[in-house]
C-alpha cells in the first residue's frame, strides 16, 4: 500500500501537477505501470459486463446495451446487484461469493480513480518513486499526509488485486453457466477458499 511522504521521508522536496515538468516523463518505467494499473481494471470492467449478462440471459445484445448505457460505476454496480439478487437464493454460496467479488470491486474502483483523477507528482529525492494527491489537498498548503509515495510494488499490487478479481468473476460466471468444470461444485469450494473472498464474506 501506498504511504505518505510524510512517513516516507517528511522533509522530501516535492513537485506536484506543474504543467510541462512531467513526472511521467522522468519516471518512464512507473508510467507504464500506472496505465497498466488502469488497463487492468478496464478487463475488470469487461468482466463485470460478462457477468451481468450472463445473469440477466436472454437477449445478450440488448443486456449489453442496457448495461453500457448506465455511465457511472455505481449504476452499473446497482444492475448487477439487483440482475443477482432476482436469480440467486438468499444464504446461498453463490450470493455469498457475488457479495464478496462485488465488495473487492468496489474496493479496487476506489484504487482506479485515484490514478485517474488524483494529481501526480514526483520529489527529487525519491527516485523510484511517483506521488499522488487528491486535488482537494492543493488548494492551499500540501498536506504531507496526503500526498502518497507510489513505488512499483504499489502498481503490481493493484494489477495483481484486479488480475485475480478477473479470475473470481469468470469462476462464478461458469457457475451460472452451469459449466461442465463445477461439478460437484468444485468451482464454488475453489473461491470459497480464496483469502481475498473469505475476508469479504460477513462473518
Given at each position: 500500500m501506498p504511504n505518505p511522504i510524510s512517513k516516507?521521508?517528511?522533509?522530501?522536496?516535492?513537485?506536484?501537477?506543474?504543467?510541462?515538468?512531467?513526472?511521467?516523463?522522468r519516471h518512464p518505467d512507473l508510467a507504464l505501470l500506472v496505465a497498466e494499473s488502469i488497463s487492468s481494471w478496464s478487463n475488470v470492467e469487461n468482466f463485470l459486463l460478462k457477468l451481468f449478462v450472463q445473469i440477466l440471459g436472454?437477449?445478450?445484445?440488448?443486456?449489453?446495451d442496457i448495461y453500457i448505457s448506465l455511465e457511472s460505476q455505481a449504476a452499473k454496480t446497482s444492475a448487477i446487484n439487483a440482475a443477482a439478487r432476482s436469480i440467486l437464493k438468499m444464504e446461498s454460496d453463490e450470493l455469498k461469493i457475488f457479495k464478496a467479488i462485488m465488495a473487492i470491486s468496489k474496493a479496487n474502483v476506489k484504487n482506479r480513480?485515484?490514478?485517474?483523477?488524483?494529481?501526480?507528482?514526483?520529489?527529487?529525492?525519491?527516485?523510484?518513486?511517483?506521488?499522488l494527491v487528491d486535488p482537494k489537498a492543493t488548494i492551499s498548503e500540501y498536506d504531507r499526509s496526503k500526498i502518497y509515495v507510489y513505488k512499483k510494488i504499489d502498481f503490481e499490487s493493484i494489477v495483481e488485486?484486479?488480475?485475480?478479481?478477473?479470475?473470481?468473476?469468470?469462476?462464478?460466471?461458469?457457475?451460472f453457466m452451469n459449466h461442465s468444470a463445477n461439478n460437484n461444485?468444485?468451482?464454488?469450494?475453489?473461491?470459497?477458499?480464496k483469502p481475498e473472498i473469505i475476508a469479504k464474506i460477513p462473518k
Open positions: 516516507v521521508m517528511p522533509s522530501a522536496s516535492i513537485v506536484m501537477g506543474n504543467v510541462g515538468n512531467s513526472p511521467f516523463s436472454g437477449n445478450k445484445s440488448l443486456a449489453t480513480n485515484k490514478l485517474a483523477h488524483w494529481t501526480w507528482g514526483y520529489s527529487p529525492d525519491l527516485n523510484e518513486a511517483l506521488l488485486s484486479n488480475n485475480n478479481l478477473c479470475h473470481y468473476i469468470q469462476l462464478l460466471k461458469f457457475v461444485n468444485e468451482l464454488i469450494t475453489e473461491l470459497l477458499s
